[in-house]
């Protein structure tokens, strides 16, 4: 993920600014003596989790509500398989992303002589002879850019869009077979390349049809960086780095970095990095680990000349890397679902993302939507994973969001003319965590569910991200 906040020494010198400032009658600091951070001990509830691939929507086992309408389905998604974000010197991989073409994404919409005007296709390229003039080195080999969807990835969202098509397409006759008309469907994806690419793979799959006229050119719609909301925007908002760095000081949490900083040193030691940098997150070396092992690659070894040297050099291992998926999992469990501050973080990340989605449901309740069915959201695990803090998802749902992971928000009214919410979270109902069970996700009342969502929207946002 590469929206993380992290440290920096001129960020933990205001962190310590905004302590000496705080008022007595902020308590947040003494509440996290009330949280366990003993990641031996914490119930994860892993069984059946895999990072490397999402649960899919099911067909088979998909039932519409009884005795009710389907309106509106708000698809939020996560990108697919990616080359790593983060980069350790030595790399001996090799990636591709040139199996599988990418469309749309380099096309005008809307323009007419598009049949004229020929295709292009991104190509990265990572000379293998340039040593001596370039930096290649530095990096792996093949045909990706960092953070690029793979070939892997595309398919998963192509495999998205496929179920997608069977439940919403074939079995309810909901959505359209062939789009005719664009308005019923919305899509809107981060800036960055991998939501892009990830949604047109899932929409070329949800509509195989739907040929190229300029009529039926899906919009894909984007926000400048420096104004997105569909993940936690700190340059946008600082309040979130200072949330963060208090969260960070916390006891608990520095007990929880105290206990796994053995680890933590070993890896940065054999990735080669400068540990200082990734010492408040486990995300970099999540990032690392996790992507190599979802293709099957040898995990980093030393390339140090002493372990080189030795009869065998050290090397991650397939436990490392499950220690470090666990405490990732700990570390968004704690930050985003149960710190005392948990719910002010949230609420700077996704709740302006959270009131545009509430404003598209009330819209379309208002009669105001035109014939919108679909809205496609395609984001990251940094987009998913305050969303399922927000609703209090169980420990099972708060599991790093693998590659592909999709909720599905959908929007039922009844035949009494009421209305209800449905919220399926990679192919089920979404389960809620034990002791906070505010509804039930099958079918939520439209009226609980979006005055639930509310407390998470700010009402002052310039204010609120004032650090
Ligand atoms: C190009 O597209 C336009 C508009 O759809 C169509 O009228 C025209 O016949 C097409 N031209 C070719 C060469 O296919
Ligand atoms: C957290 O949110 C509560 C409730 O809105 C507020 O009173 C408190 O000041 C916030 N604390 C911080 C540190 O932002």
Known sequence: MAFRVTLTVASAVSMLALLATASP????????????????????????????NPGYPQTESYAPLPDAQLQLVQAVVRHG??????????????????????????????????????????VIEIPTWNKKYGFAYQLWKGTCDSGQLTDHGKLQHRTLGSKLRSIYVDKLGFLSDKLVRNSEVYARTTYIWRTKNSAESLL???????????DVAIPIHTYPQQIETM???????????????????????????????????????????????????????????????????????????????GSSPACATAQDAAQVRRNSHYELMFEYRDHPLAQNLTQLIIGSFWGTLKEQIDSHIAGKSGDLKFALYSGHDSTLIPMLATMKASNHNMLWPPYASNILLELWKKSDGSRVIRVIYNGQVLKLQKGHEWCDLNACPVDTFLSYIDQFIPTDIAMQCKA
Not at 36 to 46: G, K, L, M, Y
Not at 94 to 121: K, M, V
Not at 273 to 280: L, P, R, V
Not at 284 to 290: S, V
């Open 204 to 214: 070329g799959s949800l509509w195989p049809d739907r040929g190229f006229t300029p």
């Open 25 to 52: 009658a902020d308590t947040g600091a003494q509440k996290d003596n009330a949280y366990s951070t003993d990641v031996s001990s914490f119930n994860f509830d892993d069984a059946g989790y895999t990072y490397c």
């Open 81 to 122: 398989d990616r080359t790593p974000v983060h980069q350790i010197p030595n790399d001996d991989t090799t990636w591709f992303c040139d199996g599988i073409e990418e469309d749309i994404y380099l096309h005008a919409a809307n323009q007419p002589e598009r049949n004229n005007t020929g295709s292009y296709q991104q």
């Open 231 to 309: 993940y936690g925007n700190s340059d946008a908002c600082p309040a979130i780095k200072s949330i963060r760095n208090r969260m960070i000081k916390s006891d608990q949490f520095q007990k929880f970095l105290q206990d796994q900083g053995p680890l933590m040193s070993r890896l940065a030691s054999i990735f080669d990095i400068n540990g200082n940098d990734w010492k408040n997150t486990w995300d970099g070396y999540f990032d690392i680990l996790n992507a190599r092992e979802c293709h099957g690659f040898q995990l980093p070894c030393d390339h140090s000349a002493d372990s080189v040297k």
